[in-house]
Each structure stands twice: as structure tokens, then as C-alpha cells.
Antibody
Framework: EVQLVQSGTEVKEPGESLKISCMGS????????IGWVRQVPGKGLEWMGSIYPGDSTIMYSPSFQGQVTISADKSTNVASLQWSSLKTSDTAMYYC??????????????WGQGILVSVSP | EIVLTQSPGTLSLSPGERATLSCRAS???????LAWYQQKPGQAPRLLIY???SRATGIPDRFSGSGSGTEFTLAISRLEPEDFAVFYCQQYHTSPLTFGQGTKVELK
């Protein structure tokens, strides 16, 4: 059974750093893109970027390029999303998603349960 | 960037009624690389439709997708109580991958 299991809720202050994670299981981790989708409370879905763990190719949405860093460790089947300096506007639910195809041009067939990141002074 | 515009913003219907949701793209979505997702409160979205018209595994046949180019539709033939939720379209033809803003199907 394919699963994406994400780490727990994070409460941070502005300016702090953060790394959240997503562990994939039940499939060959290196053969599918893993992405991150943001959902601000009460708002819609935004694709942030994706990584192909097989060769660590990364694609970012222009809206998030330079704002976050996506990485993956194929030895542990874990994908990560990190910030060097959080802002209050980073408060949101973050979902990791699996791309069905082995290309960036894919829909998301599996979703993690989501991680709520709350940033406030 | 391909902008997806969904309409209506909210659809108020009763169980048993038919729901028709629209997703319009700012430019052609080639190869019908268009997906639909359903999100219930407090839950992650789940895939309903991919390739504009193919149902994902386990999705009931009351859900159907159609369209091509810039105009796509999700239809729910007879609403069940568990179908009330927010629905999003997503194009995966061109990076950045983009979602529509969502349509809420609410109980009338």
C-alpha cells in the first residue's frame, strides 16, 4: 500500500528555520516525483515544487523559487521542505504529493495527511 | 503560467440532484492533462479524475469528467450526502503545475 507519512504540526516564530518531512513507502521512491502543495487556511491549493529522488532533479514554481528548498534522501525514502527564515505568511497546511508519472507533468495520485505550520510572533 | 478559472464559486444543491462544475484554462491544456480533486473539511484532497475523463481507482461512476482544450467539466450525476465538498481542477501539461481556485458544493 502506497503511503506518504508526514511529520507533525509545527509552531514557530518569524525568522526561525524549519524543515518538514514526508516519508514514502509501498512503492519505489526513486521512480516517482514527490511534490509539495500549500494550502493557506480557508484558501485553495498551490503547487510549490517537486523533486525526482532518482537523480535529485528539482522543479520549483516561480512563486516559491528562492523562498523554500526541496530535497530528498533516497536512502531513507524521505522528502523534505525547508525554510531558512519563516514569515507569518508561511502559515499554512503543507501536503506532500506523489506524481503518478515519472515526469514532472503528472497528476497527484497520493497525498500525505498534511502538516500544519503556524508562524506567529 | 496556465491560469485555471473554476465556476461557479459555490453550488447549492440537494442530494439526488446533478452537479456540473466548470474549469476554464487560460490556454490550451494539451493531451487533456487535466485532473479533478475532492477535498472534504479537515482532509487532504483526493484524486477523482485524470486525463480529463478517466476515473481514479475506487471513484464511483456517478463522477464523470469531460472536455478538451480550454474547457473542462466535472459532473456528479446524483449527489450523495458524502459528495458535498470543495472540488479543484489541476493542469499538469505545463510547469508550473496549477490548480483552479475551487468550487464548493454545499447542501441546499
Amino acid at each position: 500500500e502506497v503511503q506518504l507519512v508526514q511529520s507533525g504540526t509545527e509552531v514557530k516564530e518569524p525568522g526561525e528555520s524549519l524543515k518538514i518531512s514526508c516519508m514514502g513507502s509501498g512503492y519505489t521512491f526513486t521512480n516517482r516525483w514527490i511534490g509539495w502543495v500549500r494550502q493557506v487556511p480557508g484558501k485553495g491549493l498551490e503547487w510549490m515544487g517537486s523533486i525526482y529522488p532518482g537523480d535529485s532533479t528539482i522543479m520549483y514554481s516561480p512563486s516559491f523559487q528562492g523562498q523554500v528548498t526541496i530535497s530528498a534522501d533516497k536512502s531513507t525514502n524521505v522528502a523534505s521542505l525547508q525554510w531558512s527564515s519563516l514569515k507569518t505568511s508561511d502559515t499554512a497546511m503543507y501536503y506532500c504529493v506523489r506524481g503518478y508519472y515519472g515526469t514532472i507533468n503528472s497528476y497527484f495520485d497520493y497525498w500525505g495527511q498534511g502538516i500544519l505550520v503556524s508562524v506567529s510572533p | 503560467e496556465i491560469v485555471l478559472t473554476q465556476s461557479p464559486g459555490t453550488l447549492s444543491l440537494s442530494p439526488g440532484e446533478r452537479a456540473t462544475l466548470s474549469c476554464r484554462a487560460s490556454q490550451s491544456v494539451s493531451s487533456n492533462y487535466l485532473a479533478w480533486y475532492q477535498q472534504k473539511p479537515g482532509q487532504a484532497p483526493r484524486l477523482l479524475i485524470y486525463g480529463a475523463s478517466s476515473r481514479a481507482t475506487g471513484i464511483p461512476d456517478r463522477f464523470s469528467g469531460s472536455g478538451s482544450g480550454t474547457e473542462f467539466t466535472l459532473a456528479i450525476s446524483r449527489l450523495e450526502p458524502e459528495d458535498f465538498a470543495v472540488f479543484y481542477c489541476q493542469q499538469y501539461h505545463t510547469s508550473p503545475l496549477t490548480f483552479g481556485q475551487g468550487t464548493k458544493v454545499e447542501l441546499k
